[in-house]
């Protein structure tokens, strides 16, 4: 099966040129180097309904397998990422930020403050990562392993979990 991707960032000068996005492009480099074939990109305004429709563009639409958003996770008033995508999602998955946030706050007491969300919309999993460089990279490294298995089981085609992770736990 082909694992398609898309990484879209939130920022207001971003979208207007005003700033070098440098966590899309790290983003980017990591789903490669993990077998993902990023097949959309964007930086779009953080703007409630621009990013709801982005992400229910490449879930219904595009039918991306993994969408990776970055940015608008913060304090900001302008930082409306996971409601945007609290939105969309028909179901929620907490302990994908749950442990992006336990890996930040190994680093830094300020990974508390993260409000990011992931959630599934029909086959796609939609994942918040902050928006700097530094721990966007962190935080989806600390999960990318689990993630490439969770679209397996989203999407049909993962194998027994207990032969994939022997020695794991195994709830016959």
Sequence with gaps: MKYTAAV???S??????????????AVQEILKENGWDVVYTNI???DFETIKAELVKCADELDICLVMTTGGTGFSRRD???????????????G?????????????????LS?????????????????????ATECLNAVIKPIHHGVEVLRGTAHDCAEMHKGGHNND
């Excluded at 409306?80 to 907490?94: C, G, I, K, M, W």
């Design 12 to 25: 207001d000068k971003g979208s207007q040129g005003l700033r070098e996005d440098t966590s899309g492009p």
């Design 115 to 135: 409000r990011a969300e992931a959630g599934i919309r029909g086959g796609t999993l939609i994942v918040n990562l902050p928006g700097s460089k530094k721990a």
């Design 8 to 10: 879209i960032t939130m």
């Design 80 to 94: 409306v990422t996971p409601e945007a995508t609290h939105a969309v999602s028909e179901r929620e998955v907490r």
């Design 44 to 46: 779009i305004p953080d």
């Design 96 to 112: 994908i930020p749950e442990a992006m946030r336990a890996e930040s706050m190994k680093i830094t007491p300020m990974g508390m």
